[in-house]
């Protein structure tokens, strides 16, 4: 599982302009999809997953088959909009244990 976890700018509140953006890379990994051939089970957008140890909201999650292949792919992805370089990311394996 291809994954990175989430956490919004300012104390974890979700402002209209990174719904936006996230609501982008929804779009164009979508978009992406299809033009490529694969199979989207599920798309979406501000979804909660348990981790190991306590819940994770994830910006936009990405369940697919490619085509010819019955083994279904989970790829979470962080949508980063700031200003400013990320000074953490939290491993995504220990936090929902790959």
């Not at 400013?84 to 936090?95: E, N, T």
Request: with cysteine.
């Amino acid at each position: 599982m291809a994954a990175a976890l989430t956490r919004c700018a300012n104390n974890g509140v979700v402002t209209e302009e990174s719904a936006a953006y996230e609501d982008l890379t929804r779009h164009l990994i979508g978009r992406l999809g299809e033009l490529r051939g694969v199979s989207s089970l599920r798309l979406e957008r501000n979804v909660v997953i348990q981790g190991k140890a306590t819940h994770h909201q994830i910006d936009v999650i990405w369940q697919f088959k490619v085509a010819g292949s019955d083994q279904v792919q989970t790829v979470l992805f962080e949508c980063r909009h700031y200003r400013s370089a990320l000074k953490r990311l939290i491993p995504f394996q220990g936090v929902v244990g790959a």
